[in-house]
């Protein structure tokens, strides 16, 4: 049995014409369905549905043999002992800083004042304002980040931007790129070694469909960044 762990959403969406490449069609919608564990059309394949911040951890102790995360979370969480075959191009986003538009972030900056920067990206956020030089406070939120400088719980967040549209509704402006962030595949390292074959297939054919994505004899639909 193969099995592969993925989170709802743009990566479960983004990943099915991947699958269909490799032969495998996921037989419910996980949106629908309250099931946690989908079989496909192969009988030695399945489906875990888990959060997006678990699919390393659940690839990483053999819970699954295979996952599709973000770089975002491989950063955030760790990626110890996972083996990372590919990019596969797909849910493709940015890690951005944003600020009320009011806000003279450029000037807070300069005059090195203390930031109070919301995010759930508290290691990638430390990190990129260490390496600015800039003081922060870090507040560690779950999700709707962009409430917290409009209600002055912060002055800044950090936080994932792909339309840039939850951003503009909530009038906040990006003043910072930290990154450019992109679904991985990633591999339980003794399961490549015992289901060798099955997962190679796996990876291969996910290989070519990026291939044929880019070279236009593929639809796999589009991707803001
Ligand atoms: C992400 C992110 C933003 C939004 C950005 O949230 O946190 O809120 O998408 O997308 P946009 O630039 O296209 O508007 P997501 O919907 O993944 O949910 P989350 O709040 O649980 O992270």
Do not use: W
Not at 29 to 39: G, N, Q, T, V, Y
Not at 95 to 121: E, N, P
């Amino acid at each position: 049995m193969i099995t592969l762990a993925l989170s709802k959403g743009r990566i479960f969406e983004e990943t099915l014409p991947l699958l269909r490449s490799a032969g495998i069609e996921v037989l419910e919608d996980p949106e629908k369905s309250r099931k946690l564990i989908l079989a496909t059309n192969q009988a030695d394949v399945r489906v875990l549905v888990v959060r997006a911040t678990d699919v390393p951890t659940y690839v990483q102790y053999g819970g699954a043999d295979l996952g599709i995360t973000g770089k975002d979370m491989l950063l955030e969480h760790g990626s110890d002992g996972l083996y990372q075959p590919l990019d596969l191009q797909i849910a493709k986003c940015r890690i951005s800083v944003a600020v009320r538009a009011d806000f003279d972030y450029a000037s807070a900056v300069r005059q090195g004042s203390r930031l109070k920067v919301a995010t759930k990206y508290v290691a990638i956020a430390r990190e990129f304002f260490a390496t600015k030089g800039v003081h922060v406070d870090l507040i560690k939120l779950y999700g709707s980040m962009e409430l917290a400088p409009l209600v002055g719980l912060a002055d800044a967040i950090v936080d994932l931007v792909s339309t840039g549209n939850t951003l503009k509704a909530n009038h906040l402006v990006e003043v910072e790129h930290i990154m450019d962030i992109s679904s991985r595949l990633v591999v339980n390292q003794a399961a490549l070694k015992l289901k060798q074959v099955p997962i190679r297939r796996i990876i291969d054919a996910f290989a070519k469909a990026i291939d044929d994505c880019h070279s236009g004899s593929m639809d796999c639909g589009s991707s803001p960044q």
